[in-house]
């Protein structure tokens, strides 16, 4: 498919893979149209790829005790994400309690009933 760097050796604490010389891309080539249909074409093919990754992970996904543990619970509450918010005056986060909103998403996410997909956050 060639939208990744060859895999050359896999072993315990990490993988080699090919070297491919690329360029990052930037804000300014969000207005070439070429680059921006060669993308479109790219994430396309991306997005119609079959992953071998569970389909029935929906629960998982929403787990917010193993994703969001008491650790960080403790520091949105008292530690240094209140500090943070509280210096920043981040009045979004001093009105909204976001512990009492991850039940709220959970259920809304699990009546979705959505399928699990392959997909990417890092794109422009």
Partial sequence: MKIAPKL???FNSGLISEY???RYLNTSDDHN????AL????????????IPIP???????????KWFPETYRQSLLEGKVRQEIV???????????????M???GERV????????????DFN
């Fill in 33 to 36: 149209p070429k680059t921006v």
């Fill in 110 to 121: 699990l009546r979705v009933k959505s399928p699990v997909v392959f997909s990417h956050n």
């Fill in 103 to 105: 039940p709220w998403i």
């Fill in 8 to 10: 050359l050796s896999v």
């Fill in 55 to 65: 389909k029935d992970s929906t629960k998982e996904a929403v787990d917010f005790d």
């Fill in 87 to 101: 210096t920043k005056n981040l009045t979004t986060f001093l009105t909204l309690n976001l512990l009492d909103e």
């Fill in 20 to 22: 491919i010389d690329f």
């Fill in 39 to 50: 993308l479109a074409q790219k994430l396309a093919k991306f997005h119609s790829l079959n």
